[in-house]
Protein backbone atom coordinates (compact mmCIF):
# COMPACT_ATOMS: atom_id res chain seq x y z
CA UNK A 1 0.00 0.00 0.00
CA UNK A 2 2.51 2.11 0.60
CA UNK A 3 3.97 1.63 -2.67
CA UNK A 4 0.44 2.37 -4.39
CA UNK A 5 0.79 5.90 -2.20
CA UNK A 6 4.22 6.67 -3.25
CA UNK A 7 3.56 6.00 -6.93
CA UNK A 8 0.09 8.30 -6.85
CA UNK A 9 1.86 10.80 -5.12
CA UNK A 10 4.79 11.02 -7.70
CA UNK A 11 1.92 10.64 -10.23
CA UNK A 12 0.00 13.43 -8.98
CA UNK A 13 2.65 15.60 -8.97
CA UNK A 14 3.73 14.68 -12.71
CA UNK A 15 0.13 15.91 -13.76
CA UNK A 16 0.11 19.29 -11.32
CA UNK A 17 3.85 20.21 -12.48
CA UNK A 18 2.52 19.70 -16.57
CA UNK A 19 -1.06 21.75 -15.33
CA UNK A 20 1.40 24.48 -14.11
CA UNK A 21 3.76 24.68 -16.65
CA UNK A 22 1.35 24.61 -19.39
CA UNK A 23 -0.39 27.76 -17.55
CA UNK A 24 2.72 29.38 -17.40
CA UNK A 25 3.48 28.44 -20.68
CA UNK A 26 -0.23 30.33 -21.44
CA UNK A 27 0.57 33.23 -19.32
CA UNK A 28 3.82 34.09 -20.60
CA UNK A 29 2.25 33.99 -24.03
CA UNK A 30 -0.26 36.35 -23.13
CA UNK A 31 1.92 38.62 -21.11
CA UNK A 32 4.09 38.87 -23.84
CA UNK A 33 1.03 39.90 -26.59
CA UNK A 34 -0.48 42.09 -23.75
CA UNK A 35 3.12 43.88 -23.36
CA UNK A 36 3.46 43.83 -27.20
CA UNK A 37 -0.08 45.63 -27.21
CA UNK A 38 1.06 48.38 -24.79
CA UNK A 39 4.40 48.89 -26.31
CA UNK A 40 2.07 49.90 -29.64
CA UNK A 41 -0.27 51.50 -28.11
CA UNK A 42 2.52 54.14 -26.10
CA UNK A 43 4.11 54.87 -29.16
CA UNK A 44 0.69 55.42 -31.19
CA UNK A 45 -0.48 57.44 -28.07
CA UNK A 46 3.20 59.64 -28.67
CA UNK A 47 2.97 59.85 -32.76
CA UNK A 48 -0.67 61.10 -32.13
CA UNK A 49 0.45 63.49 -29.56
CA UNK A 50 3.64 64.92 -31.95
CA UNK A 51 0.83 64.48 -34.93
CA UNK A 52 -1.91 67.26 -32.48
CA UNK A 53 1.08 69.29 -31.63
CA UNK A 54 2.72 69.93 -34.83
CA UNK A 55 -0.54 70.56 -36.43
CA UNK A 56 -1.65 73.36 -34.00
CA UNK A 57 1.97 74.79 -33.70
CA UNK A 58 2.08 74.86 -37.63
CA UNK A 59 -1.33 76.18 -37.96
CA UNK A 60 0.09 79.18 -35.46
CA UNK A 61 3.44 79.67 -37.54
CA UNK A 62 2.24 79.28 -40.69
CA UNK A 63 -1.21 81.61 -39.43
CA UNK A 64 -3.14 79.01 -41.48
CA UNK A 65 -5.85 77.80 -39.46
CA UNK A 66 -6.86 74.89 -41.64
CA UNK A 67 -4.04 73.42 -40.90
CA UNK A 68 -5.39 71.97 -37.35
CA UNK A 69 -8.83 70.88 -39.47
CA UNK A 70 -7.66 67.59 -38.41
CA UNK A 71 -7.12 68.06 -34.69
CA UNK A 72 -10.61 66.94 -33.19
CA UNK A 73 -9.99 63.56 -35.62
CA UNK A 74 -6.49 63.14 -33.95
CA UNK A 75 -7.80 63.79 -30.77
CA UNK A 76 -10.39 61.31 -30.16
CA UNK A 77 -8.34 59.10 -32.19
CA UNK A 78 -5.36 59.94 -29.03
CA UNK A 79 -8.39 59.28 -26.24
CA UNK A 80 -9.51 56.09 -27.68
CA UNK A 81 -5.82 54.85 -27.85
CA UNK A 82 -5.46 55.98 -24.44
CA UNK A 83 -8.67 54.51 -22.94
CA UNK A 84 -7.01 51.21 -24.32
CA UNK A 85 -3.54 51.28 -22.97
CA UNK A 86 -5.72 52.19 -19.59
CA UNK A 87 -7.37 48.90 -20.08
CA UNK A 88 -4.33 46.98 -20.73
CA UNK A 89 -2.34 48.20 -18.07
CA UNK A 90 -4.99 47.84 -15.30
CA UNK A 91 -3.33 46.11 -12.05
CA UNK A 92 -0.52 46.56 -13.18
CA UNK A 93 2.57 49.34 -11.85
CA UNK A 94 2.56 50.49 -14.92
CA UNK A 95 -0.86 51.81 -14.53
CA UNK A 96 0.11 54.92 -11.76
CA UNK A 97 3.09 56.10 -14.97
CA UNK A 98 -0.27 55.90 -17.99
CA UNK A 99 -2.83 57.86 -15.42
CA UNK A 100 0.05 60.65 -14.98
CA UNK A 101 0.43 60.54 -19.23
CA UNK A 102 -2.88 60.84 -19.49
CA UNK A 103 -3.13 63.94 -16.78
CA UNK A 104 -0.26 65.74 -19.35
CA UNK A 105 -1.87 64.76 -21.91
CA UNK A 106 -5.43 66.90 -20.55
CA UNK A 107 -2.79 69.51 -19.67
CA UNK A 108 -1.35 69.94 -23.62
CA UNK A 109 -5.07 69.90 -24.84
CA UNK A 110 -6.03 72.29 -22.00
CA UNK A 111 -3.23 74.76 -23.71
CA UNK A 112 -4.20 73.64 -27.22
CA UNK A 113 -7.95 74.75 -26.86
CA UNK A 114 -6.93 78.02 -25.77
CA UNK A 115 -4.64 78.55 -28.89
CA UNK A 116 -7.71 77.09 -31.03
CA UNK A 117 -9.87 80.28 -29.39
CA UNK A 118 -7.32 82.59 -30.80
CA UNK A 119 -6.62 80.91 -34.16
CA UNK A 120 -10.60 81.42 -34.35
CA UNK A 121 -10.60 85.34 -33.62
CA UNK A 122 -7.24 85.46 -36.54
CA UNK A 123 -5.74 86.88 -33.10
CA UNK A 124 -2.12 84.63 -34.22
CA UNK A 125 -0.12 86.82 -31.39
CA UNK A 126 -1.90 85.48 -28.72
CA UNK A 127 -1.94 82.04 -29.99
CA UNK A 128 1.47 82.10 -30.90
CA UNK A 129 2.09 83.46 -27.27
CA UNK A 130 -0.14 80.75 -25.57
CA UNK A 131 1.60 77.47 -27.53
CA UNK A 132 4.99 78.90 -27.52
CA UNK A 133 4.96 81.37 -24.41
CA UNK A 134 6.79 78.37 -22.16
CA UNK A 135 4.59 76.42 -19.98
CA UNK A 136 2.99 74.51 -22.93
CA UNK A 137 6.53 73.38 -24.66
CA UNK A 138 8.17 72.42 -20.96
CA UNK A 139 4.73 70.09 -20.85
CA UNK A 140 5.37 68.58 -24.23
CA UNK A 141 8.93 68.05 -23.57
CA UNK A 142 7.41 66.05 -19.84
CA UNK A 143 5.20 64.35 -22.00
CA UNK A 144 7.91 62.70 -24.20
CA UNK A 145 10.00 61.93 -21.06
CA UNK A 146 7.09 60.29 -19.52
CA UNK A 147 5.97 58.61 -22.03
CA UNK A 148 9.94 57.05 -23.04
CA UNK A 149 9.65 56.53 -19.10
CA UNK A 150 6.99 54.24 -19.22
CA UNK A 151 8.14 52.44 -22.28
CA UNK A 152 11.39 51.93 -19.88
CA UNK A 153 8.81 50.38 -17.17
CA UNK A 154 7.10 48.64 -19.55
CA UNK A 155 10.38 46.60 -20.49
CA UNK A 156 10.82 46.37 -16.88
CA UNK A 157 7.22 44.88 -15.81
CA UNK A 158 7.95 42.45 -18.91
CA UNK A 159 11.19 41.48 -17.90
CA UNK A 160 9.63 40.80 -14.43
CA UNK A 161 6.78 38.72 -15.77
CA UNK A 162 9.37 36.83 -17.39
CA UNK A 163 11.47 36.07 -14.67
CA UNK A 164 8.60 34.96 -12.37
CA UNK A 165 7.57 33.03 -15.19
CA UNK A 166 11.08 31.05 -15.36
CA UNK A 167 11.08 30.76 -12.02
CA UNK A 168 7.83 29.24 -12.11
CA UNK A 169 8.51 26.72 -15.05
CA UNK A 170 12.07 26.01 -13.08
CA UNK A 171 9.98 25.02 -9.15
CA UNK A 172 7.93 22.70 -11.56
CA UNK A 173 11.23 21.78 -13.22
CA UNK A 174 12.23 20.93 -9.61
CA UNK A 175 9.14 19.37 -8.43
CA UNK A 176 9.01 17.02 -11.47
CA UNK A 177 12.42 15.61 -10.96
CA UNK A 178 11.36 15.20 -6.72
CA UNK A 179 8.29 13.32 -8.60
CA UNK A 180 10.53 10.98 -10.68
CA UNK A 181 13.31 10.55 -8.11
CA UNK A 182 10.03 9.34 -6.00
CA UNK A 183 9.17 7.08 -8.69
CA UNK A 184 12.20 5.60 -9.47
CA UNK A 185 12.84 5.62 -5.19
CA UNK A 186 9.30 3.53 -4.97
CA UNK A 187 10.22 1.36 -8.19
CA UNK A 188 13.90 0.47 -6.42
CA UNK A 189 11.41 -0.38 -2.65
CA UNK A 190 9.22 -2.13 -4.38
CA UNK A 191 11.92 -4.05 -6.69
CA UNK A 192 13.67 -4.86 -3.82
CA UNK A 193 10.53 -5.72 -1.75
CA UNK A 194 9.69 -8.24 -4.35
CA UNK A 195 13.09 -9.59 -4.72
CA UNK A 196 13.02 -9.97 -0.27
CA UNK A 197 9.62 -11.99 -0.85
CA UNK A 198 11.05 -14.24 -4.04
CA UNK A 199 14.07 -14.90 -2.02
CA UNK A 200 11.43 -15.80 0.91
CA UNK A 201 9.39 -17.88 -1.43
CA UNK A 202 12.20 -19.83 -2.61
CA UNK A 203 13.67 -20.18 0.83
CA UNK A 204 10.10 -22.04 1.91
CA UNK A 205 10.01 -23.53 -1.14
CA UNK A 206 13.68 -25.52 -0.62
CA UNK A 207 12.34 -25.51 3.20
CA UNK A 208 9.22 -27.98 1.91
CA UNK A 209 10.67 -29.88 -0.18
CA UNK A 210 13.67 -30.32 2.22
CA UNK A 211 10.86 -31.71 5.11
CA UNK A 212 8.90 -33.78 1.88
CA UNK A 213 12.39 -35.62 1.23
CA UNK A 214 12.99 -35.79 4.68
CA UNK A 215 9.40 -36.91 5.38
CA UNK A 216 9.94 -39.39 2.11
CA UNK A 217 13.30 -40.75 3.87
CA UNK A 218 11.60 -40.95 6.92
CA UNK A 219 8.33 -42.72 5.24
CA UNK A 220 10.81 -45.03 3.33
CA UNK A 221 12.96 -46.12 6.64
CA UNK A 222 9.64 -46.64 8.32
CA UNK A 223 8.33 -48.52 5.64
CA UNK A 224 11.78 -50.82 5.90
CA UNK A 225 11.38 -51.23 9.54
CA UNK A 226 7.89 -51.95 8.94
CA UNK A 227 8.54 -54.89 6.42
CA UNK A 228 11.28 -55.86 8.71
CA UNK A 229 9.14 -56.11 11.94
CA UNK A 230 6.73 -57.71 9.51
CA UNK A 231 8.87 -60.33 8.60
CA UNK A 232 9.75 -61.01 11.67
CA UNK A 233 6.48 -60.94 13.03
CA UNK A 234 5.81 -63.75 10.03
CA UNK A 235 8.79 -65.96 11.10
CA UNK A 236 7.74 -65.22 14.96
CA UNK A 237 4.65 -66.42 14.04
CA UNK A 238 5.71 -69.31 11.47
CA UNK A 239 8.50 -70.36 13.83
CA UNK A 240 8.92 -72.65 17.12
CA UNK A 241 10.59 -70.13 19.73
CA UNK A 242 12.60 -73.37 21.20
CA UNK A 243 14.26 -75.02 18.23
CA UNK A 244 13.95 -72.53 15.38
CA UNK A 245 12.10 -74.66 13.51
CA UNK A 246 9.00 -74.35 11.54
CA UNK A 247 5.74 -73.99 14.25
CA UNK A 248 2.79 -76.30 14.10
CA UNK A 249 0.77 -73.36 12.36
CA UNK A 250 3.39 -73.03 9.56
CA UNK A 251 3.47 -76.94 9.53
CA UNK A 252 -0.31 -77.15 8.45
CA UNK A 253 -0.27 -74.71 6.08
CA UNK A 254 2.97 -76.39 4.58
CA UNK A 255 1.02 -79.67 4.92
CA UNK A 256 -1.85 -78.59 3.13
CA UNK A 257 0.15 -76.98 0.39
CA UNK A 258 2.69 -79.83 -0.35
CA UNK A 259 -0.60 -82.09 -0.33
CA UNK A 260 -2.02 -80.20 -3.37
CA UNK A 261 0.85 -79.68 -5.43
CA UNK A 262 1.17 -83.69 -5.30
CA UNK A 263 -2.38 -84.39 -5.54
CA UNK A 264 -1.75 -81.98 -9.15
CA UNK A 265 1.39 -83.38 -9.82
CA UNK A 266 0.54 -87.04 -9.30
CA UNK A 267 3.96 -86.68 -7.59
CA UNK A 268 4.72 -89.11 -4.12
CA UNK A 269 4.36 -87.61 -1.07
CA UNK A 270 6.16 -88.76 2.64
CA UNK A 271 5.89 -87.82 6.18
CA UNK A 272 7.70 -88.55 9.22
CA UNK A 273 6.48 -88.00 12.77
CA UNK A 274 9.00 -88.69 15.22
CA UNK A 275 9.22 -88.43 18.91
CA UNK A 276 12.04 -88.66 21.61
CA UNK A 277 12.41 -92.14 23.91
CA UNK A 278 11.89 -91.71 26.95
CA UNK A 279 12.02 -87.77 27.38
CA UNK A 280 10.02 -87.24 30.41
CA UNK A 281 12.96 -89.65 31.99
CA UNK A 282 15.18 -87.27 30.35
CA UNK A 283 13.78 -84.24 32.18
CA UNK A 284 13.47 -85.42 35.44
CA UNK A 285 16.99 -86.80 35.52
CA UNK A 286 18.73 -84.04 33.48
CA UNK A 287 16.02 -80.95 34.48
CA UNK A 288 13.93 -79.25 32.30
CA UNK A 289 16.83 -76.87 30.78
CA UNK A 290 18.32 -79.17 29.68
CA UNK A 291 15.47 -80.90 28.27
CA UNK A 292 15.03 -78.07 26.26
CA UNK A 293 18.82 -78.25 25.29
CA UNK A 294 18.09 -81.42 23.64
CA UNK A 295 15.43 -80.53 21.91
CA UNK A 296 17.57 -77.82 20.04
CA UNK A 297 19.72 -80.64 19.12
CA UNK A 298 16.82 -82.80 17.84
CA UNK A 299 16.22 -79.80 15.67
CA UNK A 300 19.90 -78.76 14.28
CA UNK A 301 20.05 -82.67 13.64
CA UNK A 302 17.00 -82.64 11.89
CA UNK A 303 17.83 -79.17 10.05
CA UNK A 304 21.11 -81.13 8.67
CA UNK A 305 19.04 -83.56 7.44
CA UNK A 306 16.47 -81.84 5.68
CA UNK A 307 18.00 -80.45 2.70
CA UNK A 308 15.82 -81.24 -0.37
CA UNK A 309 13.59 -77.91 -1.66
CA UNK A 310 10.14 -78.20 -0.41
CA UNK A 311 11.04 -80.58 2.45
CA UNK A 312 10.23 -79.06 5.81
CA UNK A 313 10.79 -80.06 9.45
CA UNK A 314 8.50 -78.79 12.08
CA UNK A 315 7.76 -78.83 15.73
CA UNK A 316 4.49 -80.75 16.06
CA UNK A 317 4.14 -80.73 19.81
CA UNK A 318 6.50 -81.26 22.70
CA UNK A 319 8.62 -83.36 22.16
CA UNK A 320 7.43 -84.78 18.69
CA UNK A 321 8.91 -83.44 15.59
CA UNK A 322 7.61 -83.75 11.84
CA UNK A 323 9.09 -83.72 8.56
CA UNK A 324 6.98 -83.14 5.08
CA UNK A 325 9.14 -85.30 2.41
CA UNK A 326 7.71 -83.97 -0.87
CA UNK A 327 8.32 -86.16 -3.97
CA UNK A 328 10.09 -88.62 -1.92
CA UNK A 329 9.01 -92.20 -2.33
CA UNK A 330 9.06 -94.73 0.44
CA UNK A 331 12.53 -95.67 -0.14
CA UNK A 332 13.92 -92.04 -0.32
CA UNK A 333 11.90 -91.45 2.69
CA UNK A 334 13.02 -94.05 4.95
CA UNK A 335 16.74 -93.06 3.88
CA UNK A 336 15.74 -89.90 5.53
CA UNK A 337 14.10 -91.48 8.41
CA UNK A 338 17.39 -93.60 8.96
CA UNK A 339 19.91 -90.69 8.30
CA UNK A 340 17.94 -88.63 11.34
CA UNK A 341 18.13 -91.71 13.91
CA UNK A 342 21.81 -92.27 12.46
CA UNK A 343 22.75 -88.24 13.08
CA UNK A 344 21.12 -88.77 16.84
CA UNK A 345 22.96 -91.59 17.95
CA UNK A 346 25.79 -90.11 16.00
CA UNK A 347 25.51 -86.83 18.37
CA UNK A 348 25.51 -89.20 22.17
CA UNK A 349 23.87 -87.18 23.87
CA UNK A 350 23.82 -88.84 27.41
CA UNK A 351 20.73 -90.08 28.66
CA UNK A 352 21.59 -92.82 31.65
CA UNK A 353 17.87 -93.09 32.60
CA UNK A 354 16.56 -94.69 29.22
CA UNK A 355 15.80 -98.45 29.39
CA UNK A 356 16.17 -98.33 25.28
CA UNK A 357 20.26 -97.03 25.33
CA UNK A 358 22.44 -94.92 27.45
CA UNK A 359 22.04 -91.83 24.84
CA UNK A 360 19.39 -90.27 23.39
CA UNK A 361 17.41 -92.11 20.99
CA UNK A 362 14.23 -91.17 18.63
CA UNK A 363 10.96 -93.47 17.29
CA UNK A 364 10.28 -92.91 14.15
CA UNK A 365 7.10 -93.46 12.32
CA UNK A 366 6.90 -93.03 8.20
CA UNK A 367 3.80 -92.74 6.29
CA UNK A 368 4.67 -92.67 2.56
CA UNK A 369 2.22 -92.82 -0.80
CA UNK A 370 2.55 -92.18 -4.42
CA UNK A 371 -1.11 -92.59 -5.71
CA UNK A 372 -3.40 -90.11 -3.86
CA UNK A 373 -7.16 -89.41 -3.73
CA UNK A 374 -9.20 -86.75 -1.85
CA UNK A 375 -9.40 -87.20 2.03
CA UNK A 376 -5.93 -89.06 2.19
CA UNK A 377 -4.26 -86.14 3.44
CA UNK A 378 -5.10 -86.46 7.11
CA UNK A 379 -4.85 -90.27 6.69
CA UNK A 380 -1.56 -89.87 5.60
CA UNK A 381 -0.59 -87.68 9.02
CA UNK A 382 -2.83 -90.64 11.34
CA UNK A 383 -0.65 -93.78 9.39
CA UNK A 384 2.58 -91.84 10.33
CA UNK A 385 1.62 -91.47 13.52
CA UNK A 386 0.36 -95.12 13.59
CA UNK A 387 3.94 -95.92 12.18
CA UNK A 388 5.41 -94.02 14.85
CA UNK A 389 3.24 -95.95 17.98
CA UNK A 390 4.39 -99.10 16.06
CA UNK A 391 8.20 -98.16 16.69
CA UNK A 392 7.48 -97.37 19.82
CA UNK A 393 5.90 -100.45 21.05
CA UNK A 394 8.48 -102.20 18.93
CA UNK A 395 11.03 -101.37 21.43
CA UNK A 396 11.74 -97.69 20.27
CA UNK A 397 15.04 -96.19 18.73
CA UNK A 398 13.91 -97.35 15.12
CA UNK A 399 11.85 -96.76 12.39
CA UNK A 400 8.74 -98.05 11.32
CA UNK A 401 7.34 -97.33 7.72
CA UNK A 402 3.60 -98.12 6.15
CA UNK A 403 3.27 -97.36 2.28
CA UNK A 404 -0.36 -96.22 1.92
CA UNK A 405 0.08 -97.85 -1.64
CA UNK A 406 0.74 -101.33 -0.27
CA UNK A 407 -1.53 -100.57 3.23
CA UNK A 408 -1.34 -103.81 4.67
CA UNK A 409 2.40 -103.97 4.69
CA UNK A 410 3.90 -102.15 7.14
CA UNK A 411 7.91 -102.46 7.25
CA UNK A 412 10.36 -101.83 10.62
CA UNK A 413 13.46 -101.00 10.39
CA UNK A 414 16.70 -101.51 12.09
CA UNK A 415 18.90 -99.23 11.34
CA UNK A 416 21.96 -100.46 13.88
CA UNK A 417 21.83 -103.10 10.87
CA UNK A 418 20.23 -101.88 7.82
CA UNK A 419 17.61 -104.19 7.44
CA UNK A 420 13.99 -103.79 6.83
CA UNK A 421 11.14 -106.71 8.70
CA UNK A 422 7.90 -107.21 7.45
CA UNK A 423 5.45 -107.02 9.66
N1 LIG B 1 12.21 -79.82 28.61
C1 LIG B 1 11.05 -79.89 27.96
N2 LIG B 1 10.25 -80.94 28.11
C2 LIG B 1 9.11 -81.01 27.39
C3 LIG B 1 8.73 -80.03 26.49
N3 LIG B 1 7.55 -80.42 25.92
C4 LIG B 1 7.20 -81.61 26.47
N4 LIG B 1 8.12 -81.99 27.36
C5 LIG B 1 8.17 -83.17 28.19
O1 LIG B 1 8.24 -84.35 27.40
C6 LIG B 1 7.75 -85.40 28.18
C7 LIG B 1 7.00 -86.36 27.35
O2 LIG B 1 6.77 -87.46 28.10
P1 LIG B 1 5.84 -88.67 27.69
O3 LIG B 1 4.74 -88.18 26.80
O4 LIG B 1 5.44 -89.40 28.87
O5 LIG B 1 6.76 -89.55 26.80
P2 LIG B 1 8.20 -90.14 27.04
O6 LIG B 1 8.61 -89.93 28.44
O7 LIG B 1 9.08 -89.47 26.04
O8 LIG B 1 8.07 -91.58 26.73
P3 LIG B 1 7.91 -92.23 25.28
O9 LIG B 1 7.49 -91.12 24.36
O10 LIG B 1 6.88 -93.24 25.44
O11 LIG B 1 9.24 -92.78 24.96
C8 LIG B 1 6.99 -84.79 29.32
O12 LIG B 1 7.63 -84.96 30.56
C9 LIG B 1 6.94 -83.32 28.99
O13 LIG B 1 7.00 -82.52 30.15
C10 LIG B 1 9.57 -78.93 26.33
O14 LIG B 1 9.36 -78.01 25.56
N5 LIG B 1 10.73 -78.91 27.07
Redesign the pocket.
Known amino acids: MRFLKGIYLAVAILLLTIGVGLYADLRSESMHVQHLRIQLGLERMVRLNQSLTSSITLAVVEKNSLRAASYDTLQSELEATMQEVQALTQGMTLAGEILSLRDQQHGLRSFEKQAFEQIRAQRWDAAFQALLGGDYVMMLKLYEINSESAVGALSIELANSAQQQNQLRQATLVLRLLAVVLLLWVGWRYSRRLQAELAEQMRLQSEISESKNALEATVLQRTAELQVANQQLETLSTTDA?TGLANRRSFDTHWAEEWQRSLRQATPLAVIML??????????HYG?????A??QRVGEILRSCIRRAGELAARY???EFVVILPGATPQQALETAYSILGAIRAARIPHVDSPTADIVTL?LGVAAASLHATGQREQLLNTADLALYQA?HQG?NRVVLIDLDEPDTAVAIDPQNAQVSAK
Open positions: LDVDHFKAYNDHPQGDCLGGESKR
